[in-house]
């Protein structure tokens, strides 16, 4: 019982470089996310989809885009990474279509921008 | 602006002690209030959640207390153990749309032996 799969789970990135966190869920869940989480920020809403085929915008989604590729799976990418994106990074998926309040997490990615 | 403010940011408590960590809001349309528990390198894994319309519930060691009137919420750790030194947020939900759900800035919790 997989529920959410990120990769990776490290990554080290000049300024400057791209990169393309993935994210996977087995639990038929409609709706995925992106989040960032920073020390005394709490988690932070970068992008969202609420269904297959729509991608939102959450709070602070400059320097990101993402791809909901297919109802799993919901990517996350850095064109040009900067270090004030240096974060962990947190895909969570929710089972209700619109409506967040259970959010299932993967285990994060932590992501260093020097 | 933060819709879900929580405190404090960190806490130390003995093992049995009872840490409290308290949550409070502006917006009277949040109808659904969860608390999650992160573990050092795991993701947020949710808790116990709470409806406006109940001023208590519990699971196991752990109670939520909401004061709707106050738009304050808290939780609550019975016996505390040195394994529920985690990380803990509270959090609110709006009522429409996929982006309706707001995060506290978490509190750091260390169960000391």
């Known amino acids: 019982n997989a529920g959410v799969t990120q990769t990776p789970k490290f990554q080290v990135l000049k300024t400057g470089q791209s990169m393309t966190l993935q994210c996977a869920q087995d639990m038929n869940h409609n709706s995925m996310y992106w989040y960032r989480q920073d020390p005394g920020m709490g988690l932070r809403l970068i992008y969202y989809s609420a269904s297959e085929g729509t991608t939102d915008k959450g709070e602070v989604p400059n320097g990101y885009n993402v791809s909901r590729l297919n109802k799993r799976e919901f990517s996350l990418r850095l064109e040009s990474a900067a270090p004030s994106q240096t974060s962990v990074y947190f895909c969570?998926?929710?089972?209700?279509?619109?409506?967040?309040?259970?959010?299932?997490f993967g285990e994060g990615s932590r992501l260093t921008v020097l | 602006q933060q819709q879900v403010k929580q405190s404090p940011q960190s806490l130390i408590v003995q093992k049995g002690g009872i840490p409290i960590i308290n949550c409070a809001y502006e917006n009277t349309a949040f109808d659904y209030f969860p608390w999650y528990q992160q573990f050092p390198g795991k993701g947020p894994a949710l808790l116990i959640a709470?409806?406006?319309?109940?001023s208590e519930k519990k699971e196991g060691r752990f109670t939520i207390s909401f004061n709707k009137s106050a738009k304050q919420f808290s939780l609550h750790i019975m016996d505390s153990q040195p394994g529920d030194s985690a990380t803990y947020f509270c959090a609110a939900r709006g009522q429409t749309g996929a982006n309706n759900l707001f995060f506290g800035t978490g509190t750091r919790l260390t169960v000391i032996p």
């Open positions: 969570a998926s929710s089972p209700v279509r619109g409506l967040a309040g259970e959010l299932f």
């Open positions: 709470i409806r406006p319309d109940v």
